[in-house]
């Protein structure tokens, strides 16, 4: 399909944010930012132990294309563009630290594309406010941290968001063809994207009926529907993770949204959040002014945008959560660039650089504390101490209980080069040689009891792996070894994680 042409004499007049000269200052600016989300991003990069999620990623890309494609048809579509990325990365090595430098890419590449989207929403100052935003927040530093596709999620919904405000202020072949791909990926990266186009389309009634140009508009979304809508079916018909969960994640409430909104805030805080809330009211009460003085117009449109962007993914997937658990703050990760522009622009409307510089300042050294207290004081589940533990005391003929079944993915994965240890211990749940348990056979459940009198009747010795699941519940099941097996190992790790040892009586 072929993007329309409109000469730029068609257009009813810029956005705010058109070029300015001084661009080479600008240019420094910016990667100097990058560069920090870079030095950000590797500082202990391997230092935290993967948890569950990242072990699926290893799990789901060490494979062929071929099972990869049928993985993704059967039961793993969403961040589909995450996984067939690192398909071919995970050739260079499978270490923690080889797995996510992508991810570190993903977020030094969100800083241009997050000032993109303020330039063109509203001006040179708001995109290197915004840029700055980024770069400090202790947020982007902890996903880029991880195998996941999240600082994937927010490069493409910063890009798409600015190539839509391009389209609108100069459209272009170029202009129409970089939205239609950088939505195209969005919603490969993440089905969430989804949310950031319906906010996209609903802004559009706070543009005059003038600025619009439906044919172009409307051929770019069919352009997208046919690109993506097969896979966007596929993936939303697919009994994912969040069924399997219900029973583990209850209802959302308002602390959860409290928390979702501190987390794109940067997770540095109530100061932090404080600020973006100030900087976001500012620009809102600007925007009112606006609006009273002209109606619809572009300058209005940009801050229904970002508004749009952000609450609408917040409500749809809160509403959502009371039937099928969704309601995670790394799934929203689709909102940060439009709070964080949102905040960027409030802050630009500080006309003083006497007052703005000290409260950027400010910004900063509440962010560092946010960066340093996830390098420092956030817990992952620390599989790779636990599996450590238990390799130093296996004895040949063991047994092992995964509650639930799906932990035995990170034994896979820390186990992967240690023949020895495998060799001594047999997973009696699940019952599965090692190798033979990989994303897609997961079934999220406790063994049950009679499966664990089974294994108590094979094994002298049972190793018991606990973590995302109810400790009360596994405990209250394991007195049923009481007859049979004493318990002589109890030990806890980071992330709520324990590793129980029984030998019989």
Request: no cysteine; charged share 20%; glycine share 8%.
């Given at each position: 399909m072929?993007?329309p042409?409109v000469s730029?004499?068609?257009t009813?007049g810029p956005l705010?944010g058109?070029?300015?000269r001084?661009r080479?200052?600008?240019?420094?600016?910016?990667a100097?930012?990058?560069?920090?989300?870079?030095?950000?991003?590797?500082a202990w990069?391997?230092?935290?132990s993967?948890?569950?999620?990242?072990?699926?990623?290893?799990?789901t890309v060490?494979?062929?294309?071929?099972?990869?494609?049928?993985l993704?048809l059967?039961?793993e579509?969403?961040?589909a563009?995450h996984?067939?990325l690192?398909?071919?990365w995970?050739?260079?090595?499978d270490?923690?630290?080889?797995?996510?430098?992508?991810?570190?890419?993903f977020?030094?590449l969100?800083v241009?594309?997050v000032?993109?989207?303020?330039r063109?929403?509203?001006d040179e100052?708001?995109?290197?406010?915004a840029?700055?935003?980024v770069?400090?927040?202790?947020t982007?530093?902890e996903?880029?941290?991880?195998a996941?596709?999240y600082?994937l999620?927010?490069?493409?919904?910063?890009l798409?968001g600015a190539?839509?405000?391009?389209e609108?202020r100069?459209?272009?072949r170029?202009?129409?063809?970089g939205?239609v791909?950088a939505?195209t990926?969005?919603?490969?990266?993440?089905?969430y994207?989804a949310f950031?186009?319906l906010a996209?389309?609903?802004?559009?009634l706070f543009?005059?009926?003038?600025?619009?140009?439906?044919?172009?508009?409307l051929g770019?979304?069919?352009?997208?529907?046919?690109?993506?809508?097969?896979?966007?079916?596929?993936?939303?018909l697919?009994?994912?993770?969040?069924a399997?969960y219900?029973?583990?994640?209850?209802?959302?409430?308002?602390a959860d949204?409290?928390r979702?909104?501190?987390t794109l805030?940067g997770?540095?805080?109530?100061?932090?959040?404080?600020?973006?809330?100030l900087?976001?009211?500012?620009?809102?009460a600007?925007?009112?002014?606006?609006?009273?003085?002209?109606?619809?117009?572009?300058?209005?449109?940009?801050h229904?945008l970002?508004?749009a962007?952000?609450?609408l993914?917040l409500v749809i997937?809160?509403v959502?959560s009371?039937?099928?658990?969704?309601?995670?703050p790394?799934?929203?990760?689709?909102?940060?660039?439009a709070?964080v522009?949102?905040g960027?622009?409030g802050?630009?409307?500080?006309?003083?650089?006497?007052?703005?510089?000290?409260?950027?300042?400010?910004?900063a050294?509440?962010?560092a504390?946010?960066?340093r207290?996830?390098y420092?004081?956030v817990?992952?589940t620390d599989?790779?101490?636990?599996?450590?533990?238990?390799?130093?005391?296996?004895?040949e003929?063991d047994?092992?209980?995964?509650?639930?079944d799906e932990?035995?993915?990170?034994?896979?994965?820390y186990?992967?080069d240690?023949p020895?240890?495998?060799?001594?211990?047999?997973?009696?749940?699940p019952?599965?040689?090692?190798?033979?348990?990989r994303?897609?056979?997961?079934m999220?459940?406790?063994?049950?009891?009679?499966?664990?009198?089974?294994?108590?009747?094979?094994?002298?010795?049972?190793?018991v792996?606990?973590s995302?699941?109810?400790?009360g519940?596994?405990?209250?099941r394991?007195?049923?070894?009481e007859p049979?097996h004493?318990l002589v190992d109890?030990?806890?790790?980071d992330?709520?994680?324990?590793?129980?040892?029984?030998?019989?009586?």
């Open positions: 072929s993007a042409t730029p004499s068609a009813t705010p058109a070029p300015i001084g080479s200052l600008t240019r420094w600016v910016v100097g930012q990058m560069l920090l989300v870079a030095v950000l991003g590797l990069l391997g230092d935290k993967f948890w569950i999620d990242e072990a699926y990623t290893w799990s060490s494979r062929g294309f071929g099972d990869l494609v049928e993704m059967d039961s579509a969403n961040a563009l996984s067939l690192l398909l071919g995970v050739r260079v090595g270490s923690e630290v080889v797995l996510r430098l992508p991810s570190v890419l977020a030094v969100s241009p594309a000032y993109l989207l303020a063109r929403l509203f100052r708001t995109g290197l406010i840029g700055f935003l770069a400090v927040s202790a982007m530093v996903f880029a941290q991880e996941r596709s600082t999620v927010v490069l493409f919904a910063a798409s190539f839509l405000a391009a609108l100069e459209p272009t170029r202009t129409w063809w939205w791909v939505s990926l969005l919603l490969y990266a993440h089905v994207g950031v186009l996209q389309a609903v802004s559009l543009l005059p009926p003038a600025a619009l140009r439906w044919r172009r508009l770019a979304g069919a352009a997208v529907a046919v690109a993506a809508g097969p896979y966007l079916l596929v993936a939303l697919q009994d994912g993770w969040a399997h219900e029973e583990f994640l209850p209802a959302p409430g308002l949204v409290r979702i909104v501190a805030a997770s540095s805080g109530s100061v932090m959040v404080a600020v973006y809330g900087a976001s009211l500012g620009a809102l600007s925007t009112w002014m606006a609006w009273r003085r002209r109606g619809r117009s572009r300058e209005v449109w940009a229904a970002l508004v962007w952000i609450v993914p997937v809160f959502l009371s039937s099928v658990a969704t309601f995670q790394r799934h929203l990760l689709v909102s940060l660039p709070l522009v949102l960027a622009r802050l630009a409307l500080v006309g003083s650089p006497r007052l703005l510089v000290p409260i950027l300042v400010g910004v050294l509440v962010a504390w946010g960066v207290r996830y420092v004081d817990e992952k599989f790779r101490a636990g599996t450590a533990f238990v390799a130093e005391r296996a004895q003929g047994g092992m209980l995964f509650a639930l932990n035995l993915l990170l034994f896979e994965y186990l992967r240690d020895a240890t495998r060799a001594k211990l047999t997973p009696a749940f019952d599965v040689a090692w190798g033979g348990y994303t897609g056979d997961q999220l459940r406790l063994f049950t009891e009679e499966e664990l009198l089974e294994a108590s009747e094979r094994f002298d010795r049972l190793w792996v606990l995302f699941a109810e400790p519940e596994v405990r209250a394991l007195e049923l070894l049979t004493e109890d030990r806890r790790f992330g709520d994680f324990w590793v129980l040892r029984y030998e019989r009586a």
